[in-house]
């Protein structure tokens, strides 16, 4: 199928995007099983301070290369960006499957080239949107849909496959997911390709700079900013949790992952009707939810029952507000184009 949408020419095989979606999910759930497999194998084998190392280490690359990965899907063809990131994640994981002592090294690279992978998916809904027959409002949610598919399945798999074959072969396992995923949208045909006008000489600073005078924008960006950081925090804390108070192992971490995606499947089955024309009500809303659980993790006598609780309740509002900021994003995006 060949067509236009928007600033971008698309070009996308006649009933592959289901296939696409699937490979999607399938990516996820070794996405989890990853990070799963190398939060318990440096909890296990290196001093305490190595868990928020990697946590720096998968968070801050991509998080200081946002900008240029946005530009960098802007000016190139964001499907076959798709397929390089896929290729190279599937080979950095393959290589700290085999070589521990790259961990970090390799967890800063993933973390790059997750930005970079997030950012062509994100460019590239609209055209699966178009491909499916969908709206795009119904496409993000589907999207959120497979995502918590995969974090639903992949803890748990991570979790039975670390105590069952090790974490080498886990980790192996997530690298062929991420060649499955390269593969099927390389067979695909899908392509958004920038016309001349999106391609344009301009300093980064230039493609920021309305966006920097939206004073809107800044304290929604503030806001999430302080999110991540807080998010950041509870990781952490999520593995001593485990470890430590429940005296547990990967599979109860699984488990209760798996719960966290459980409630970010209900929540996207309920996005649109919560969120409706409520963006920022819905947005600080549902942040607010999340932060609560927290704190009745914290606050609360500790048994598996109140954090399994508190961990639907904080994935279903999780889930809700990735689909209010995305439309936020675009609503911006939009707005001063």
């Known amino acids: 199928?060949?067509?236009?949408?928007?600033?971008?020419?698309?070009?996308?095989?006649?009933?592959?995007?289901?296939?696409?979606?699937?490979?999607?999910?399938?990516?996820?759930?070794?996405?989890?099983?990853?990070?799963?497999?190398?939060?318990?194998?440096?909890?296990?084998?290196?001093?305490?301070?190595?868990?928020?190392?990697?946590?720096?280490?998968?968070l801050l690359p991509g998080l200081i290369a946002a900008p240029w990965a946005g530009r960098l899907i802007d000016r190139r063809d964001a499907a076959r960006i798709l397929v390089a990131a896929s290729v190279l994640q599937a080979g950095v994981i393959a290589l700290i499957a085999?070589?521990?002592?790259?961990?970090?090294?390799?967890?800063?690279?993933?973390?790059?080239?997750f930005t970079i992978s997030s950012a062509a998916t994100f460019a590239l809904i609209p055209l699966l949107a178009n491909a499916l027959g969908m709206t795009l409002a119904r496409a993000n949610s589907l999207l959120e849909i497979v995502r918590s598919l995969g974090m639903l399945a992949g803890p748990v798999a991570g979790g039975v496959l670390v105590g069952w074959i090790g974490s080498r072969a886990a980790l192996l396992a997530d690298a062929a997911s991420f060649g499955l995923l390269a593969l099927v949208v390389l067979a695909s045909g899908l392509r958004r390709a920038p016309e001349r006008g999106d391609v344009e000489e301009r300093t980064l600073f230039a493609d920021y700079l309305p966006l920097l005078r939206n004073r809107r924008v800044m304290v929604v960006t503030g806001a999430l900013s302080l999110e991540v950081f807080a998010t950041a925090i509870a990781d952490v804390a999520f593995v001593f949790l485990v470890t430590v108070t429940l005296a547990s192992g990967p599979t109860t971490f699984g488990v209760l992952t798996?719960?966290?995606?459980?409630?970010?499947?209900?929540?996207?089955?309920?996005?649109?009707?919560?969120?409706?024309?409520?963006?920022?009500?819905?947005?600080?809303?549902?942040?607010?939810?999340?932060?609560?659980?927290?704190?009745?993790?914290?606050?609360?006598?500790?048994?598996?029952?109140i954090v399994a609780l508190a961990f639907i309740l904080g994935g279903g509002a999780n889930s809700i507000h990735n689909g209010v900021t995305s439309r936020f994003v675009r609503q911006t995006t939009i707005s001063r184009t």
């Open 258 to 305: 798996a719960l966290w995606a459980g409630g970010m499947l209900i929540g996207a089955a309920m996005a649109e009707k919560v969120i409706g024309h409520r963006v920022g009500l819905a947005a600080f809303g549902t942040a607010a939810v999340m932060g609560a659980t927290m704190l009745l993790i914290g606050l609360a006598p500790i048994g598996f029952a």
């Open 98 to 113: 085999h070589h521990p002592v790259l961990t970090l090294v390799g967890a800063a690279c993933l973390s790059l080239l």
């Open 1 to 58: 199928m060949e067509n236009t949408h928007g600033s971008v020419a698309i070009g996308f095989r006649q009933g592959w995007g289901w296939l696409v979606l699937a490979a999607l999910t399938v990516s996820t759930i070794g996405d989890e099983i990853t990070l799963l497999t190398l939060m318990f194998r440096t909890a296990e084998n290196a001093p305490s301070y190595a868990v928020p190392a990697l946590l720096i280490a998968e």
